[in-house]
């Protein structure tokens, strides 16, 4: 049995990249390296090894918390001086931890959701979003991280995508070949409880995910009501907007039982993210028996059969107010829809996982590299 160590960026929350590495773990029993922890609750048995904590508790993080070039070069610098001669493996999950140098007998694999977007697919979004002098410096930064993020992928063996999305963006921007493991998803946790008449929308406010979109078309659907499930910094905007619509209602942040709860009575869930690497709340509405109106960019429109188990719109208010008004003339079969999410069960992933470990080298070789 390979020996397999786990390297993560930081643990700043429990989300959809937190929860990924932590099934990783439970599945090929490894500890998790990382440099910072705040607010993280994993499962028992995952072993957490925080190194550098206190450096990064008691001044970086305390001076230089919102300066993502510093904190990014002093997380890379120490990632780089790890040892880990003692393991067969060393999966990084995510970017930074890929500046680890590994030793010759080292297989090596990189788990990095996508390259990184603000430095590809999503440059002109973010850098048209600073001014013009801090502009001149983000470009300069972004030019040098460049140069670094292709220089390190000769430390990576193999590269792992959660999509197929992922795989065309791996092999666009890092000309490197890659194979495929979805994300894992409890799909036996979501029931189907009945329609319960009202839209859901699930995400964090902020413009990547395009809530406007969605509060505009229910601004015209005055007889349909959407429930927000969410929080984040375009929040107080979001809420101006829709003042005075009483059937768009701002839920906040819920827990995931009240989520399972909402998803479970809802009519169907609106997705509107741009271009979403893989999408799991989506997954959760179809394990759930809804319908999901996703717009057509990224993965989630791959999940769709179109009239089955959701309908595809483009991201503009014509078409999302078409894809509801068609939603509600459908006569929807759960079991159908459930089926469909399926194949992105947890099961899945934690036997690709251990294939994939127990196939080395021979998983290496079957692919071009480099």
């Given at each position: 049995?390979?020996k397999?160590?786990?390297?993560?960026?930081?643990?700043?929350?429990?989300?959809?990249?937190?929860?990924?590495?932590?099934?990783?773990?439970?599945?090929l029993?490894?500890?998790i390296?990382?440099?910072?922890?705040k607010?993280?609750?994993?499962r028992?048995?995952?072993?957490?090894?925080?190194?550098?904590?206190?450096?990064y508790v008691?001044?970086f993080?305390?001076r230089?918390?919102?300066n993502?070039?510093?904190?990014?070069?002093?997380?890379?610098?120490?990632?780089?001086?790890?040892?880990?001669?003692?393991?067969?493996?060393?999966?990084?999950?995510?970017i930074?931890?890929?500046?680890?140098?590994?030793?010759k007998?080292?297989?090596?694999?990189?788990?990095?959701?996508?390259?990184?977007?603000?430095?590809?697919?999503?440059?002109d979004f973010h850098?048209?979003?600073?001014?013009?002098i801090?502009?001149?410096?983000?470009?300069?930064?972004?030019?040098?991280?460049k140069?670094?993020?292709?220089?390190?992928?000769?430390?990576?063996?193999?590269?792992?995508?959660?999509?197929?999305?992922?795989?065309?963006?791996?092999?666009?921007?890092w000309?490197?070949?890659?194979?495929?493991i979805?994300?894992?998803?409890?799909?036996?946790?979501?029931?189907?409880?009945d329609?319960?008449?009202?839209?859901?929308?699930?995400?964090?406010?902020?413009?990547?995910?395009?809530?406007?979109?969605i509060i505009?078309?229910?601004?015209?659907?005055?007889?349909h009501e959407?429930?927000i499930?969410?929080?984040?910094?375009?929040?107080?905007?979001l809420?101006?907007?829709?003042?005075g619509y009483?059937?768009?209602?701002?839920?906040?942040?819920?827990?995931?039982?009240?989520?399972?709860?909402?998803?479970?009575?809802?009519?169907g869930?609106?997705?509107?993210?741009?271009?979403?690497?893989?999408?799991?709340?989506?997954?959760?509405?179809?394990?759930?028996?809804?319908?999901?109106?996703t717009?057509?960019?990224?993965?989630?429109p791959r999940?769709?059969?179109?009239?089955?188990?959701g309908?595809i719109?483009?991201?503009?208010?014509?078409?999302?107010?078409k894809g509801?008004?068609k939603?509600?003339k459908?006569e929807?079969?759960?079991?159908?829809?459930?089926e469909?999410?399926?194949?992105f069960?947890?099961?899945?992933?934690?036997?690709e996982?251990r294939?994939?470990?127990?196939?080395?080298?021979n998983?290496?070789?079957?692919?071009?590299?480099?």
């Amino acid at each position: 049995m390979k020996k397999v160590a786990i390297l993560h960026d930081w643990f700043n929350g429990y989300g959809g990249a937190a929860y990924d590495v932590e099934q990783i773990a439970l599945a090929l029993k490894a500890p998790i390296y990382t440099t910072y922890i705040k607010n993280l609750h994993l499962r028992n048995g995952v072993e957490v090894i925080p190194f550098k904590q206190d450096k990064y508790v008691n001044s970086f993080y305390s001076r230089f918390l919102q300066n993502m070039a510093l904190q990014m070069l002093s997380i890379r610098s120490d990632f780089a001086k790890l040892d880990l001669d003692e393991y067969d493996v060393v999966i990084s999950s995510g970017i930074q931890c890929r500046a680890y140098a590994p030793t010759k007998d080292q297989y090596t694999i990189n788990y990095p959701r996508s390259p990184p977007r603000w430095l590809y697919d999503l440059y002109d979004f973010h850098i048209n979003a600073f001014g013009p002098i801090k502009r001149i410096f983000a470009e300069i930064y972004c030019k040098h991280f460049k140069k670094w993020d292709l220089s390190v992928l000769n430390n990576i063996d193999l590269i792992v995508a959660n999509s197929e999305v992922v795989q065309e963006r791996i092999k666009r921007y890092w000309n490197r070949d890659s194979i495929v493991i979805y994300p894992p998803v409890e799909t036996s946790k979501y029931r189907y409880r009945d329609d319960g008449g009202y839209y859901l929308s699930v995400g964090r406010l902020d413009p990547l995910k395009r809530i406007d979109l969605i509060i505009e078309t229910f601004k015209k659907l005055k007889d349909h009501e959407v429930k927000i499930i969410g929080t984040g910094p375009e929040e107080r905007r979001l809420k101006e907007m829709a003042k005075g619509y009483g059937n768009i209602e701002f839920c906040g942040f819920v827990d995931e039982k009240e989520k399972i709860k909402l998803l479970g009575h809802c009519r169907g869930l609106i997705f509107t993210a741009m271009n979403e690497d893989f999408g799991i709340v989506p997954v959760e509405a179809l394990a759930s028996g809804k319908p999901v109106i996703t717009v057509n960019e990224g993965y989630p429109p791959r999940m769709i059969n179109e009239g089955t188990n959701g309908i595809i719109v483009e991201s503009n208010i014509r078409s999302l107010v078409k894809g509801i008004e068609k939603c509600e003339k459908i006569e929807w079969e759960p079991t159908k829809i459930i089926e469909s999410a399926k194949k992105f069960d947890i099961e899945h992933f934690v036997r690709e996982w251990r294939n994939l470990i127990n196939s080395l080298p021979n998983a290496i070789h079957k692919i071009p590299q480099k």
